[in-house]
T-cell receptor, first 111, second 111 residues
Framework: DVKVTQSSRYLVKRTGEKVFLECVQD?????MFWYRQDPGLGLRLIYF???????EKGDIPEGYSVSREKKERFSLILESASTNQTSMYLC??????????FGSGTRLTVV | QKEVEQNSGPLSVPEGAIASLNCTYS??????FFWYRQYSGKSPELIMS??SNGDKEDGRFTAQLNKASQYVSLLIRDSQPSDSATYLC???????????WGAGTKLIIKP
């Protein structure tokens, strides 16, 4: 089974902090994604990557950046955390044309 | 803007009955369709994928696709309380091969 591992299940950070969310997948998938999910708003795509060192903006990239230095790892960076970035963050990977496999999610609270 | 529409629910179904979840999509050339189940506080889990018109069965689950009418549905036979969750429909957009997500239907199975 494909495994997508997110480094933290719960995080609490202070406003203005730089926050790193890590995601690792073990099935050599080309495509990786970062979503946030908020009640009533569904899944919203932040950034995605087709391959190493490639990144594309999703629907809500403002306030975020990403890094993909190795194929298996896709990091989401909050440069200066704000309270409106309190959310559930979901990482996913998939092979070309296939369905997504999600990590278990990171619930981030910014205080 | 490509869209995937689902009734948000909640859809309440008695235990043992058939639960029917529906999804419509706007991208006429979409080829790949997915159903995900998401328990509260957890990440989405892929339960069915379907690529061609007709029915696809997997245990108690049946996915139905009608490309001419642009809808995909999920039937759950012999519904169990453990089926209570939010069900997300997702469609691959042909232009960039990204998944477009519906907002999900909350299903409640009443004992």
């Amino acid at each position: 089974d494909v495994k997508v591992t997110q480094s933290s299940r719960y995080l609490v950070k202070r406003t203005g902090e730089k926050v790193f969310l890590e995601c690792v997948q073990d099935m050599d998938h080309e495509n990786m994604f970062w979503y946030r999910q908020d009640p009533g708003l569904g899944l919203r795509l932040i950034y995605f990557s087709y391959d190493v060192k490639m990144k594309e903006k999703g629907d809500i990239p403002e306030g975020y950046s990403v890094s993909r230095e190795k194929k298996e790892r896709f990091s989401l960076i909050l440069e200066s955390a704000s309270t409106n970035q309190t959310s559930m963050y979901l990482c996913a990977s998939r092979p070309r044309g296939g369905g997504y496999t999600f990590g278990s999610g990171t619930r981030l609270t910014v205080v | 803007q490509k869209e995937v529409e689902q009734n948000s629910g909640p859809l309440s179904v008695p235990e043992g009955a058939i639960a029917s979840l529906n999804c419509t999509y706007s991208d006429r050339v979409s080829q790949s369709f997915f159903w995900y189940r998401q328990y509260s506080g957890k990440s989405p889990e892929l339960i069915m994928s379907i690529y061609s018109n007709g029915d696809k069965e997997d245990g108690r689950f049946t996915a139905q696709l009608n490309k001419a009418s642009q809808y995909v549905s999920l039937l759950i036979r012999d519904s169990q309380p453990s089926d209570s969750a939010t069900y997300l429909c997702a469609v691959i957009e042909r232009s960039n091969y990204q998944l477009i997500w519906g907002a999900g239907t909350k299903l409640i199975i009443k004992p």
